[in-house]
């Protein structure tokens, strides 16, 4: 996911127009920079404390979202988060499975802990929480009609149901929900405009 961060056109016009008539025109791109990094500060903030509302999700810090200040070349600020879609069993809550049930999840602070069960034609699949020899622990469950066509190594398993991990949202991902649900977008312009207008003002006050 990636935010540009930068002002309408308009209301850059109009604190430039302002400054001109002060005499201050060569002042419009340190108040730029100053607005939109500002900005770009908070609106990181607020996605990072967002995301933690919002998700179960472990391990998401601050330091994953990556803030391209703005420049006196590019008065324009990034904020960037990347990443691979993440295994429910290291980086979201869950329970593990006993021998009635299955694995249990929960990926929404707001929802409430799920049994995941998978139900094709008679047969209803419980998910299970496993720990692969290679020391990787997850969640997994069989895939109804793929079977293994070789033994893994040690155990005999060749025409036995095939299995896969459960994943869910990447980091990525769930700042991108976040940033779209909350309306953050028409929220980071009004911040915008208030800072220019902030910035601006104070270079007026130095004409005093």
């Known amino acids: 996911?990636?935010?540009?961060?930068?002002?309408?056109?308009?209301?850059i016009n109009a604190?430039?127009?302002?400054?001109?008539?002060?005499?201050?025109?060569?002042?419009m791109r340190d108040v730029l920079k100053k607005a939109v990094n500002e900005a770009a500060g908070s609106a990181k903030n607020r996605i990072y404390e967002e995301v933690h509302d919002a998700y179960t999700l472990k391990g998401f810090k601050k330091g994953d979202i990556?803030?391209?200040?703005?420049?006196?070349?590019?008065f324009g600020a990034t904020?960037?988060?990347?990443?691979?879609?993440?295994?429910?069993?290291?980086?979201?809550?869950?329970?593990?499975?006993?021998?009635?049930?299955?694995?249990?999840?929960?990926?929404?602070?707001?929802g409430m802990m799920q049994e995941l069960e998978?139900?094709?034609g008679q047969s209803a699949y419980k998910a299970f929480m496993a720990?692969?020899?290679s020391g990787h622990e997850g969640v997994f469950q069989r895939v109804p009609g793929k079977y293994m066509k070789k033994h893994m190594p040690g155990r005999n398993t060749k025409g036995r149901?095939?299995?896969?991990?459960?994943?869910?949202?990447?980091?990525?991902?769930?700042?991108?929900?976040?940033?779209?649900?909350e309306g953050m977008y028409t929220e980071l312009q009004e911040e915008l405009t208030f800072r220019l207008l902030k910035h601006?003002?104070?270079?007026?006050?130095?004409l005093k």
Not at 66 to 74: E, G, P, V
Request: net charge positive; hydrophobic share 35%; charged share 35%.
């Open 161 to 181: 149901e095939a299995i896969k991990e459960i994943m869910s949202l990447s980091k990525a991902k769930a700042a991108e929900m976040v940033y779209e649900r």
């Open 200 to 206: 601006m003002n104070a270079v007026m006050g130095e």
């Open 66 to 74: 990556k803030k391209k200040n703005s420049t006196a070349r590019n």
């Open 118 to 120: 998978l139900q094709y």
């Open 131 to 133: 720990t692969m020899k």
């Open 15 to 27: 604190i430039e127009k302002r400054l001109t008539e002060l005499g201050k025109k060569d002042r």
């Open 79 to 110: 904020l960037t988060v990347r990443g691979e879609t993440l295994s429910v069993g290291k980086y979201y809550q869950r329970r593990k499975n006993s021998k009635r049930t299955g694995a249990k999840l929960k990926i929404l602070r707001a």
């Open 1 to 11: 996911m990636i935010i540009r961060i930068e002002p309408y056109p308009a209301a």
